[in-house]
């Protein structure tokens, strides 16, 4: 059985921030270097805001989950949520010739996360939106 | 708002046996019973033999909770299993924020989290060191484990801030993972290493 951690959350930054954590304490007892675990927080909190944002307010009540697997060679994270469709690989990127901190903050936190993963994936079923994000040991 | 934060963990036991546990934090009431609900189910059909729940982060529970909590016991007992209530609880890092001046620059040192845990708690105080005329600010992330974009937000607001009133910001020395974030984000030209007093003593001629 691999090592796994599963989070259910609800809509607030409270919640978000209760998830970290338990991801925090959960690598805590893990050898996975610290630039993997931040990566994988940096996408739990990218990912619960975006949802917190922009998705349905039944989603909201049904909440958003993610879960945390590790595996010889990385650690996969999936988050899973019953709003509308939405495909974190479409967001198109901001724009190069403007200077970073002139640009439009919003869509920051996924160009963070497609740039910065070794693999990350998006498929609609059964009307949930699943994203799976892989980095590296 | 009500909130509930689920956090399931489930390890294999030497002798092949499962053990799961499940922290709470937040209220369990009305308007979150259904989470848990949901949660509790989800873990009884794979029958682990161990269901630790930690409760010690939950500031309320509901009377309906309890009782799936009776009916979930039953359910474990009825294979062999068990469940167990403990009131451990680990203390989250945060973030803290310190201050100096360096012969007119300021030093403005973050450590632990930039992310949502944090940067409401720290905001306001870090902004207004980018609002004296003509700053010099250098942003001290050796000691920062997180950066997410609602810190990067913060950041650029100071950037912003300081360049307005004709300052200069740097940031001094981020930690790997951090620079890489700040890398992808584009600010690579921000970035500076070394000793502190030899970074500010560029920043002040800049």
């Known amino acids: ?137 | 708002m009500s909130s509930l934060t689920i956090a399931s963990r489930q390890k294999q036991l030497v002798d092949g046996l499962v053990e799961a546990v499940v922290a709470l934090s937040g209220t369990l009431d009305k308007s979150t019973i259904r989470l848990f609900e949901d949660e509790i189910s989800t873990l009884l059909a794979k029958k682990p033999h161990r269901i630790i729940l930690e409760t010690a982060a939950l500031n309320h529970i509901h009377g309906q909770a309890l009782e799936c909590l009776n009916r979930a016991h039953l359910a474990q007992l009825a294979h062999g299993g068990e469940l167990v209530m403990v009131n451990k609880h680990e203390v989250t890092e945060s973030l803290q924020m310190e201050d100096r001046d360096l012969e007119g620059v300021r030093v403005v040192k973050v450590i632990g989290h930039l992310d949502i845990r944090g940067v409401s708690s720290i905001e306001n105080r870090f902004l207004q060191h980018f609002e004296a005329p003509n700053p010099r600010v250098l942003v001290d992330f050796s000691a920062a484990d997180s950066l997410s974009s609602l810190g990067i937000r913060m950041l650029v607001r100071g950037i912003k801030s300081a360049a307005a009133r004709g300052g200069r910001t740097l940031i001094l020395n981020p930690t790997p993972p951090i620079a890489s974030a700040l890398e992808t984000a584009g600010f690579a030209h921000y970035i500076a290493r070394g000793i502190d007093s030899e970074i500010a003593e560029g920043l002040r001629n800049l």
């Open chain 1, 1 to 137: 059985m691999k090592e796994c951690l599963t989070l259910r959350i609800q809509n607030s930054d409270h919640a978000i921030a209760s998830a970290l954590g338990e991801a925090t304490s959960w690598f805590a007892g893990l050898e996975i270097p610290a630039a993997t675990q931040y990566f994988m927080r940096l996408a739990i909190e990218e990912l619960g805001t975006n949802w917190m944002k922009y998705s349905s307010q039944a989603s909201h009540a049904d909440g958003m989950g993610f879960e945390l697997l590790l595996c010889a060679d990385r650690v996969v994270l999936r988050a899973t949520d019953t709003g509308p469709a939405f495909n974190p690989l479409d967001v198109p990127p901001p724009p190069e010739s403007l200077p970073p901190e002139k640009r439009d903050p919003g869509g920051l936190g996924i160009l963070l996360l497609r740039k910065m993963a070794d693999r990350m994936s998006y498929e609609r079923r059964a009307s949930m939106n699943i994203v799976t994000i892989e980095k590296n040991r």
